[in-house]
C-alpha cells in the first residue's frame, strides 16, 4: 500500500510537470513572435485588462463596475455586465511582466498549464487510465477552436471558459451514473465560467438540463441524483453571486437591449468539414471559417469504424460529438430558433466547444483501447505519437495564421496603451442603456451639456474615477455630463457626494453651484453587491472545507489500510 501512495504522488508531480510542459509548446510559437495577432476582440479584452489592472494597480478595493482608464472614460459598464474575475489573472501579471505581449502570453500560459491539468484530472477519474487522460489532455490543449478563440479571434472569456467545461462534465456524469459527492465539480466549474461568460455559462446550462433529460431514460435513483444536480445549480448561483447580483441589479434598473444581435446562421457543412481538414485559423474577415480542425473532424469522422468497440457510455460521447458538431452547419433550422433566448449566442460556431470536447474525449478513448494490451514502453510511444500528431498539424496552421495575419505591436512599455480611435472597434453599444443608444456618438466624443447648451468636456482620470471641471456663473445650473448612469454610478461635488438623475440621454444629470466645480464620477457597490460578495466569499471557503474534508477522509482510508498491511 505504501509503494501505491508513493506511486500516487508521482503521478501527481508527473502531470504537474507534464502539463507544465505541453503549456510551454502551446504558447511557444507565438511567444517566439514577440507580437499579438491582431484577434477579432483584441482592443477590447485588452481594455478589460488595463481596466482590472488600474483597479488593482490604485489599490481602490471597490466593485470594477465602470471603466476609468478605458472605453474612452465614458463610465462605460463593462464589467457589470461582462464577468472579469478569472481575467484578473492576464491583470495581475501585467503588473508584473513589464512587456505587454510577453505579459499576455504568460496569462496564455498559465490557464494552458490549468487547463491541462484538468483536462488530465476530469479524464483520470473519468476512465481510470492515465494513457486516455494524458491523451485526452494533449487533444483538447491543441484542439484548433480553442486555438481560434484565444488567439484568432481574441475572445479571452470564451478561451478561459473551456479550462473549466470538463468540470461540468466530469461533475454531471458522476452525479448522474457514480459517485454523488461529485456534485462539488459542476458547481465549481459552473461558477467559474459564469465568473469568465455568462454565454459560455448559458450554453454550459444547456448542455446540463439535455444531458439529464436523455439521462432519465437510463439511470437509477432518478429524483435523489436529479436533486443533487438541482442542488450543485442553487449552490452554483451563491458562489456566483459577487457577479450576479450586481448583474441583476443593474438590468433591473433601466431597459438593456440585447449585445449585438445577429442572425443565426450555420455554416455550409462541406466547407465547413473541408476548412477543419486544413486547419483553418484565420480570421473570418481574411477569409477564414472558424472550425475543429483536422483531428478532430477525423475522429468523428472515423469512429463509425469503432462503434463494436465502445461501452455505451462512449457511444454517447460520440454520438453527441457528430450532432453537436451537425447543429454549428447549416443542416440545422436555426432560422427557427432566432426569436428564442437561444439568439443570444449570435454565432452557431460558438457551439464547437462541444464537438471539439466530445471529440477530444473520444480520440482519448480510441488510444485507450488501441494501447491497452501494449508494453509500458510502447504506451508512451504512443502517447508521444499523439503529441505529435496533434502539435504537428497544428503548429503549421499556427506559423501560417502568424504569417498573414494582421499585427499588433505595443507601442507603449505597458499594457496601459491608448484607446482606438475607431469606437465601433470596441463594442461600447453593448452594454449602455436602451437610452443611450441615440446619443452614443455625442457621449464617445465627451459632448455634455449645461442647461441644455452643449460644449466638449475633456474627463481625466484618477484612481478609479472619472473627473471634470466646470465653471458657471449661476446659482444653479443642470450638468449633463457625457457619462453613462448606472444604478450605482456616484458623483462627488466639490468633495462631497451629490445624487444625480438620468438624463434623457442615460447619462449623469444634477445641479451644480455658481462658481468653479470639481466633479468626480465613480461606481460605488450598493448593499446588494456587497451581499453577493460576502455570500460568494462564504460559499467558497465551505466548498474549500468541504474538499479538504473529503481528501483528508479519503487520506486517512488509505492510511488505515497502509497500518493494516
Known amino acids: 500500500m505504501k509503494q501505491k501512495m508513493n506511486i500516487v504522488s508521482k503521478e501527481y508531480v508527473i502531470v504537474c510537470v507534464f502539463s507544465l510542459f505541453i503549456a510551454g509548446v502551446f504558447i511557444a510559437p507565438f511567444l517566439s513572435k514577440g507580437y499579438l495577432v491582431y484577434g477579432d476582440d483584441l482592443h477590447y479584452q485588452l481594455s478589460r485588462i488595463k481596466e482590472i489592472a488600474g483597479w488593482f494597480q490604485n489599490g481602490q478595493f471597490n466593485f470594477p463596475g465602470i471603466s476609468t482608464n478605458s472605453f474612452y472614460l465614458i463610465g462605460y459598464g463593462v464589467n457589470i455586465f461582462y464577468p472579469w474575475l478569472t481575467l484578473s489573472l492576464f491583470s495581475m501579471v501585467s503588473l508584473l511582466v513589464k512587456n505587454p505581449v510577453t505579459a499576455v502570453y504568460v496569462g496564455f500560459y498559465l490557464y ?132 450576479l447580483f450586481g448583474f441583476v441589479e443593474e438590468q433591473t434598473f433601466q431597459v438593456f437591449l440585447q449585445p449585438s444581435p445577429m442572425d443565426l446562421v450555420g455554416d455550409n457543412l462541406k466547407e465547413l ?44 460521447i460520440y454520438g453527441l460529438g457528430i450532432a453537436t458538431f451537425l447543429m454549428t452547419t447549416n443542416l440545422f433550422p436555426w432560422q427557427l430558433l432566432q426569436q428564442t433566448p437561444l439568439s443570444v449566442i449570435q454565432f452557431p460556431f460558438r457551439l464547437m466547444i462541444f464537438p471539439t470536447l466530445f471529440a477530444s474525449l473520444t480520440g482519448a478513448n480510441l488510444i485507450k483501447i488501441f494501447s491497452e494490451k501494449l508494453h509500458r514502453k510502447v504506451k508512451l510511444s504512443v502517447l508521444i505519437g499523439t ?131 470639481k466633479i468626480e464620477v465613480q461606481y460605488v457597490a450598493s448593499a446588494m453587491i456587497t451581499s453577493g460578495v460576502s455570500l460568494s466569499i462564504l460559499t467558497w471557503l465551505l466548498l474549500i472545507g468541504y474538499l479538504v474534508f473529503i481528501v483528508r477522509k479519503k487520506s486517512a482510508r488509505r492510511s488505515q489500510s497502509v497500518e493494516r498491511d
Not at 187 to 202: E, K, M, Q, R
Not at 285 to 300: A, D, R, T
Open 387 to 517: 503529441l505529435l500528431a496533434c502539435f504537428i498539424p497544428w503548429l503549421f496552421s499556427v506559423n501560417e495564421m502568424l504569417e498573414k495575419a494582421s499585427r499588433f505591436e505595443f507601442d507603449t512599455g505597458t499594457i496601459f496603451f491608448s484607446d482606438p480611435e475607431d469606437r465601433f472597434s470596441m463594442w461600447i453599444d453593448q452594454y449602455v442603456p436602451e437610452k443611450s443608444q441615440l446619443y452614443l456618438e455625442d457621449i464617445y466624443q465627451h459632448v455634455g451639456y449645461l442647461d441644455n447648451q452643449a460644449l466638449t468636456m475633456k474627463p481625466t482620470s484618477a484612481k478609479q474615477r472619472i473627473m471634470f471641471e466646470v465653471k458657471t456663473n449661476q446659482k444653479q445650473t443642470e450638468v449633463d455630463l457625457p457619462i453613462i448612469r448606472y444604478k450605482n454610478t456616484a458623483v462627488m461635488l466639490n468633495g462631497k457626494q451629490v445624487s444625480s438623475t438620468l438624463s434623457e440621454r442615460g447619462t449623469v444629470q444634477f445641479l451644480v453651484p455658481e462658481g468653479t466645480n
Open 112 to 243: 494552458t498549464f490549468i487547463t491541462a491539468l484538468i483536462a488530465y484530472w476530469c479524464m483520470k477519474r473519468f476512465s481510470q487510465s492515465q494513457v486516455a487522460s494524458a491523451a485526452f489532455s494533449m487533444f483538447y490543449t491543441f484542439s484548433i477552436y480553442r486555438t481560434i478563440d484565444g488567439f484568432t479571434r481574441f475572445a479571452l472569456a470564451e478561451f478561459i471558459a473551456l479550462t473549466f467545461l470538463p468540470l461540468i462534465l466530469l461533475g454531471s456524469y458522476e452525479v448522474l451514473y457514480g459517485n454523488k459527492k461529485y456534485w462539488v465539480a459542476v458547481t465549481i466549474g459552473f461558477s467559474l465560467i459564469v465568473y469568465t461568460h455568462v454565454l459560455s455559462a448559458f450554453l454550459a446550462c444547456l448542455y446540463l438540463f439535455i444531458f439529464w433529460g436523455i439521462s432519465l431514460f437510463f439511470i437509477k435513483e432518478r429524483v435523489k441524483r436529479s436533486l443533487v444536480l438541482l442542488f450543485s445549480g442553487i449552490i452554483s448561483i451563491f458562489a456566483s453571486a459577487a457577479y
Open 273 to 316: 468539414v473541408f476548412r477543419s481538414f486544413s486547419n483553418d485559423l484565420m480570421q473570418s474577415s481574411l477569409g477564414g471559417l472558424y472550425n475543429i480542425g483536422f483531428i478532430y473532424i477525423l475522429i468523428l469522422l472515423a469512429g463509425v469504424f469503432f462503434l463494436k468497440e465502445m461501452t455505451r457510455t462512449y457511444k454517447i
